[in-house]
């Protein structure tokens, strides 16, 4: 049970240049996220899912897409690269009880990404 | 908006102590809330959650209490060690346009001297 992993671990692009992220979980988790985290700013939601083929805006969403066709996977895209998106971006996943709406959302992480955009 | 604060965002403590880490938020109507550990260059690793009908939740040398209607949680680490050094994040949930957005504090960043 590996939990939450990201690929790649490092990341150094030019501006202008595009990469994806990916996010795998072996949880069956429905909910997926990713964040990107700064310094002096937290973590931030980027995007989320709440289930395959689903996918909706979080609070920093410019400059990025996500797909999510596997329950598994979800990617993060990076189509042109700024030097602003230079930071670590974390993937995490949940069970969610959307009947209930009250219980769990125990989020898991994964490693991270540090991605350098000069 | 919700909005989470921790404080001190440092602290420096001798081995054996025991300690307090402050999380508060703005708005009291949450799900839950959750403390993390990260380690420099690592990702999160979940200490304690506490659902919002609970007031405290304990896990070997840590106990985690929540206060919804003051808006404040606190984790208190016993006997502290070297080990326990690392950036301690609170996060809580809400209902946002029907699912639980998290927020999260930025952290208190703690150095246990041996």
């Known amino acids: 049970n590996a939990g939450v992993t990201q690929t790649p671990k490092f990341r150094v692009l030019k501006t202008g240049q595009s990469m994806t992220l990916l996010c795998a979980q072996d949880m069956n988790h429905e909910y997926m996220y990713w964040y990107r985290q700064d310094p002096g700013m937290g973590l931030r939601l980027i995007h989320y899912s709440v289930g395959e083929g689903t996918t909706a805006k979080g609070e920093v969403p410019d400059g990025y897409n996500v797909s999510r066709l596997k329950k598994q996977n979800f990617l993060l895209g990076l189509e042109s690269a700024a030097p602003s998106q230079t930071s670590v971006y974390f993937c995490?996943?949940?069970?969610?009880?959307?009947?209930?709406?009250?219980?769990?959302?125990?989020?898991?992480f994964g490693p991270g990404t540090r991605l350098t955009v000069l | 908006k919700q909005e989470v604060t921790q404080i001190p965002a440092a602290l420096s403590v001798p081995e054996g102590e025991n300690l307090v880490l402050n999380c508060s938020f703005t708005?009291?109507?949450?799900?839950?809330l959750q403390w993390f550990r990260q380690d420099p260059g690592k990702g999160l690793t979940s200490l304690l959650l506490?659902?919002?009908?609970?007031r405290e939740q304990t896990s070997g040398r840590l106990n985690a209490s929540l206060d919804k209607s003051s808006g404040r949680s606190t984790l208190y680490i016993a006997a502290s060690q070297p080990g326990d050094s690392a950036t301690y994040l609170c996060a809580v949930s809400l209902n946002s346009g029907g699912y639980q957005k998290v927020t999260f504090g930025t952290g208190t960043k703690l150095q246990v001297i041996p």
């Open positions: 708005d009291s109507a949450i799900y839950n």
């Open positions: 506490i659902q919002s009908s609970q």
């Open positions: 995490a996943s949940s069970y969610q009880d959307r009947a209930a709406f009250s219980s769990y959302n125990e989020q898991f």
